[in-house]
């Protein structure tokens, strides 16, 4: 076997040891904590993050650690585990289905490995930018030419409004023929898995957007920053299939 495989086996039985966690606190009744940034906090999110964080120290005790809730641990290590244990935790507390776990392995900064996880539904995405398995079988984007047929999505609103120039982003929901909020990793799951054309998300945090990147790339999607630059160095992911991607871009970025 060799090392990325190792990698790829480990990280399973990493999510899936996570999973049993997030499932016995999915649709209960919990406290919901807030952050400095005024995201939500559960304790699900935290004992995910805690188990992952012990099982690498315990197989890897070399290896780097970036989470989420705990933050940094031997950072600027060759290979660093980044662990997001709830991406979408305000859909977790609504009892939405719509989050899912996310991790990413580096190597020397760059995301070799890429891992999403639906705890419930058992969905299980592994990518190492060559290719991209959905539950042991190899998935691919939607070979999408035609910007009027295409499915738009996106985690927030809100955020673009916030963050990005709002005009050029209804501009391309114009263009495209459905546009949808139904974000946060969940998004790209579909993107990755063929059911949609475009993933949008404004801001993004490390720990949220260099786990898609092995993912998208394995399923043959081009995957930028919101500039259309390296997604690893941004702050913001756009991800769509090679045919539409630069169009996409240059609507976004389009100044009036």
């Given at each position: 076997m060799?090392?990325?495989?190792?990698?790829?086996?480990?990280s399973?039985g990493?999510v899936?040891?996570?999973?049993?966690?997030i499932?016995?606190?999915?649709r209960q009744k919990?406290?919901?904590?807030?952050?400095?940034?005024k995201?939500p906090?559960t304790?699900a999110?935290?004992k995910?993050?805690?188990?992952?964080?012990n099982m690498?120290a315990?197989?890897?005790?070399?290896h780097?650690?970036?989470?989420?809730e705990?933050g940094?641990?031997n950072e600027n290590a060759e290979y660093v585990?980044?662990?997001d244990?709830?991406?979408?935790?305000k859909?977790?507390i609504?009892?939405a289905l719509?989050?899912?776990?996310?991790?990413?392995l580096?190597?020397?900064g760059?995301?070799v490995?890429g891992?999403?996880?639906?705890?419930?539904?058992?969905e299980?995405?592994?990518?190492d930018n060559?290719?991209?398995?959905?539950?042991?079988?190899?998935t691919s984007?939607?070979?999408?030419?035609n910007l009027?047929?295409?499915?738009?999505?996106t985690t927030?609103?809100?955020?673009?409004k916030?963050?990005?120039n709002?005009?050029?982003f209804n501009?391309?929901?114009s263009?495209v023929k459905?546009?949808?909020?139904w974000?946060?990793c969940y998004?790209?799951?579909?993107?990755?898995t063929?059911?949609?054309?475009i993933m949008?998300d404004?801001?993004?945090?490390?720990?949220?957007?260099?786990?898609?990147i092995?993912?998208?790339r394995g399923?043959g999607?081009?995957?930028?920053d919101y500039e259309?630059?390296d997604?690893?160095?941004?702050d913001?992911?756009?991800?769509?299939?090679?045919?539409?991607?630069?169009?996409v871009i240059?609507l976004l970025?389009?100044?009036?």
């Open positions: 060799n090392e990325l495989n190792e990698f790829k086996e480990f399973t990493l899936k040891a996570g999973a049993e966690i499932n016995k606190y999915f919990i406290k919901v904590e807030h952050k400095k940034d995201s906090v304790i999110d935290r995910a993050e805690e188990i992952m964080r690498i315990n197989k890897f005790p070399g780097g650690i970036i989470g989420e705990f940094k641990s585990w980044v662990l244990p709830i991406d979408g935790t859909s977790f609504c009892g719509s989050f899912g776990t996310l991790v990413a580096l190597k020397n760059e995301p490995l891992i999403f996880y639906q705890p419930v539904l058992g299980l995405l592994i990518g060559q290719q991209t398995k959905i539950n042991g079988k190899k984007v939607k070979n999408s030419n009027s047929q295409a499915i738009l999505l927030d609103h809100l955020n673009i916030k963050y990005r709002e005009k050029s501009n391309l929901i263009k459905l546009y949808r909020n974000g946060d998004g790209y799951y579909l993107l990755a063929g059911f949609a054309d949008i404004p801001i993004m945090s490390p720990w949220d957007s260099l786990p898609l092995p993912i998208i399923a999607g081009v995957i930028t259309g630059n997604p690893v160095k941004g913001s992911i756009v991800a769509a299939s090679k045919g539409i991607h630069s169009t240059n970025n389009f100044k009036s």
